[in-house]
């Protein structure tokens, strides 16, 4: 039987792109989404997709359309509710006959036990997907990505516009990993093509890249054409900013906190046969968004 794959949050950074490769690859997707409108001005009138609106307090008209389907990229950005919220979607996917779940968690899994929020609202998602494919003899897949490159979008878009600052709390040259969205969903998507039995049950984590935040501030001016500066900030006061950006205390605080310089990993040249993509070129092709 061919593949029929449910995507779940297609309409996100990482999703869409997802949704975008299987279909070019003609494989049928199923696009799980709040707005269906949205959906179908994104991917247009596109051959092989179909849609299915529904959000993630009700899951009813998920499980309705589950049956048929042989693999369920899952992603959620509820971290509170993550868990819970995974595991009832992959309980009623392996029901329905799912043989493989594809999960975007996080490489912030591997820190120590209930050190970091965001860790370990994946890390019980994971535990608990993780055992219930052993017991229903599926397969379960982990991406764990570090540092999204777009988070720019959302920590350093409103400092970079308003003060030509990069605001973080490392040494001006300690290396901090990154990865791009689109290595993550080339992977993802990857994972998602390739036979069921070739990944098993593995764990897949992505640092694509390491950058100093001085080098950060060089690549923004550079591409850019105006002088941005790096400026270091206590822990205290990095946390402090990022409560004063909207964000909740529990991942103001990871990301004031948790270490993240480990070096760039061999999973994209190995899965994909090609190297990472830099900063450098996420920053260029990105540059105009950021700024609008």
């Known amino acids: 039987m061919a593949d029929k794959i449910l995507v779940t949050g297609a309409t996100g950074g990482v999703a869409q792109k997802i949704v975008k490769d299987l279909l070019a690859k003609g494989v049928a997707v199923t696009a799980y989404v709040r707005s269906k ?14 849609i299915v609106e529904g959000g993630y307090d009700d899951l009813k008209a998920l499980k309705h359309a589950m049956p048929g389907h042989t693999r369920v990229f899952l992603m959620c950005a509820d971290l509170p509710r993550m868990a819970e919220i995974k595991t009832n979607i992959a309980v009623m996917a392996y029901d ?3 043989k493989q779940i594809v999960d975007l968690s996080s490489r912030f899994t591997q820190f120590p036990w209930r050190t970091s929020f965001i860790g370990e609202s994946h890390l019980l998602a994971e535990k608990q997907i993780y055992e219930l494919a052993l017991k229903k003899n599926r397969f379960y897949v982990a991406i764990r990505p570090s540092r999204f ?36 969903s080339d992977v993802s998507t990857a994972v998602l093509t390739d036979p069921v039995e070739k990944h098993v049950n593995f764990g897949y984590t992505l640092i694509g890249d390491n950058v100093s935040n001085a080098k950060r501030a060089e690549l923004w001016t550079k591409a850019l054409g105006q002088k941005i500066t790096y400026k270091p900030l206590t822990p205290v006061e990095r ?26 990993n061999l999973v994209v040249p190995i899965l994909l046969g090609r190297p990472y993509q830099k900063l450098e070129e996420w920053i260029e092709k990105n540059k105009d968004a950021l700024m609008t």
């Open 37 to 50: 409108d949205k959906c179908a001005q994104m991917f247009g009138d596109s051959a092989g997709l179909s």
């Open 96 to 98: 329905a006959g799912v």
């Open 149 to 184: 490159m777009s988070n720019h979008f959302w920590v350093d878009a409103m400092s970079i516009k308003e003060e030509k600052l990069i605001l973080d709390c490392q040494p001006a040259d300690a290396l901090v990993e990154w990865i791009s969205p689109d290595d993550i």
């Open 239 to 264: 946390y402090n900013s990022l409560l004063g950006i909207g964000l909740p205390h529990p991942m103001a605080f990871d990301l004031s906190s948790v270490p993240t310089n480990q070096p760039p």
